[in-house]
C-alpha cells in the first residue's frame, strides 16, 4: 500500500509522508478527511522516548567509513532533511522512515555514564570515535538535555579523540570543552553545508541552522583555535552541485582548513520521500535532479557496493569530484585532518602501571 500525506499542518518537517515500515506486517493509513474552513489540522509534534539500549558506541566495518565506532546519543533527528539516509534505520525501532524519523525521537538518557563505563574497561583501544556517525549530536532537544555536551566533557577527561559532524550552530554552546580539547589534539569538527540558499534550506533541511549561521560557526570555532573543516554532503546532482565552488570558497573564508563531500544516495524508503519531495517542490526541475542522480549510481538511486555508493560512478561523478578537487586546492583546503592523538589517552585513577598490566598502552 502506498504512502499518504500526514496533514498539511507540517512547516518545519522535512516529508509529509510516512513511508510503510519495511519490517511491520500491517502498516495503518490515516483517512484524509475534509475539516470545516475554520478548524485547522493539529501540528505534528515531536515525542520523545526513553532508549534503554545498554552500550552507546555502534562499531562498523565498512571499507568507505574511516572510523570503526561512533556515538549517537539521539535516534531519529528533528532537523528533518529529506535526503537523510539514516531514515531507514528508524524502522528497526518500529517507526515510519517517513514523518516518524523526524518527530518520533528516542533519547538516550545514560549516555554519557555508558561512554564513561565504556572507557573505562582494560579491553578500549584509544581511537577516533565519530560523534553524529547516523543522526545530529545537536538537533534540538540537545539544547535542554546537554547529553552531547556531558558526552564531550567524558571524551575530556579520558583524552579519547572524537570527530564531530554538524548543521547545528548549537555547538557553539560547547566551545569551552572544544577548546580545552584542541589543545590536547583530540578533536576535529566538521560544519555541513549542502547550500548556501536560504529558501532551499529551508525546504530540504527545514530544523537546521541557516547558511549564515553555520558559517559562523565555522568562524568562531577557527578564532577559538579548534579545528574546523567544511563538509559539502551530501551533494546532489542538478540541485546543489553547482555551488561546490561557493561553498568551499564560503568555507575557506571563514576559518575552515578541511573540506569533504558526499554524493546523495536514496537507500530504502528514502526514495520514495525524496522523489514525493522533489516532485512537489521543483516539479520542472525533478526529471533532470532524478536521471543526474542515476547516473552517478550505475542506473539507481543508491548503489549499495563499497568503493562506490559515497562517490559514485560514471561521467557526472568524475565531473563532481575533479570540480571539488580543483576549488580544494584553489583554496588551500586539506582532505583530511590528521591531528587528532590518541596516545595521551588515560583513565583517571588508573595508574599506568596499572594501564601496563591491563595491556591497554
Known sequence: MGSKRMTDSTRGRGTTLNTPNRFAKLHLEPLELELPPDE???????????????????????????????????????????????RPSHEYLGFSA????????????EAPRLLERTFRRANWVPQMVAFSG?????????????????????FLKYRNPVEIVTKNALIIRDIDILMEMARQNTVH??????????????KMEPRTSSPAKRLDTIAQLAAAG??????????????????????????ASHGATTAGYLLVRLPGAVKPLFLDWINRNFPDRANKIINRIKDT??????????????????????SIQALF???????????????LRADGFKRP???????FENGTV
Open 40 to 86: 485547522e489540522r493539529p501540528a505534528v509534534k515531536t515525542r520523545y522516548y526513553r532508549d534503554t539500549s545498554r552500550s552507546i558506541l555502534a562499531k562498523n566495518d565498512s571499507p568507505d567509513i574511516p572510523f570503526t565506532y561512533s556515538i549517537n546519543p539521539y535516534r531519529g533527528c528533528e532537523h528533518g532533511c529529506i535526503y537523510c539516509y539514516a
Open 189 to 202: 569538527v566538521m560544519i555541513s553545508v549542502t547550500t548556501l540558499d536560504n529558501e532551499l534550506v529551508r
Open 349 to 355: 585513577g588508573v595508574t599506568q602501571m596499572g594501564l
Open 226 to 251: 579548534i579545528p574546523v573543516g567544511i563538509n559539502a554532503a551530501p551533494i546532489i546532482p542538478g540541485l546543489t552541485d553547482a555551488e561546490i565552488p561557493a561553498i568551499l570558497r564560503e568555507g
Open 325 to 339: 578537487d580543483v576549488h580544494l586546492a584553489k583554496y588551500n583546503l586539506q582532505p583530511e585532518w590528521c591531528g
Open 297 to 318: 549510481h550505475d542506473g539507481l538511486l543508491s548503489d549499495p557496493r563499497f568503493g562506490a555508493r559515497m562517490t559514485g560512478e560514471g561521467e557526472i561523478a568524475r
Open 98 to 109: 517517513g514523518l516518524d524519523f523526524e518527530s518520533q525521537i528516542m533519547i538516550k538518557l
Open 134 to 154: 547516523n543522526t545530529d549530536c545537536y538537533q534540538p532537544v540537545e539544547r535542554e538535555l546537554k547529553l552531547t555536551r556531558e558526552c564531550l566533557k567524558v
